[in-house]
Nanobody, 122 residues
């Protein structure tokens, strides 16, 4: 059974940094290597939004609101997905979740973690 478990959330002041991690279990290394992985976030009262994604080839995409501040990366050997967040702003406050798209297209995220809370104070 595939499971995604996030870690690394917390409370920081504006301008600070956090590094989120998503451990993927239940995949073989070959399956994980072909899976598109993404980070999403949802703030109270708002819809979930995509933050960043990385495909099997390492190509990345970012929401405009985080470009230049967030970096997504993946460790194929350890089946871990990372999100380095810098220059954090109060509007980055949200529950951050990782997700997997086994089709590899980055359009069908159907496996989700429970999330980790990020709170940025001004």
């Amino acid at each position: 059974q595939v499971q995604l478990v996030e870690s690394g959330g917390g409370s920081v002041q504006s301008g600070g940094s956090l590094r989120l991690a998503c451990k993927v279990t239940g995949y073989t290394a070959s399956t994980y290597s072909t899976t598109c992985m993404g980070w999403f976030r949802q703030a109270p009262g708002k819809e979930r939004e995509g933050v960043a994604a990385i495909d099997a080839d390492g190509s990345t995409s970012y929401a405009d609101s985080v470009k230049g501040r967030f970096t997504i990366s993946r460790d194929h050997a350890k089946n871990i997905l990372n999100l380095q967040m810098t220059s954090l702003k109060p509007e980055d406050t949200a529950m951050y979740s990782c997700a997997a798209d086994v089709t590899g297209t980055c359009n069908e995220f159907r496996i989700w973690g429970r999330g980790t809370q990020v709170t940025v104070s001004s």
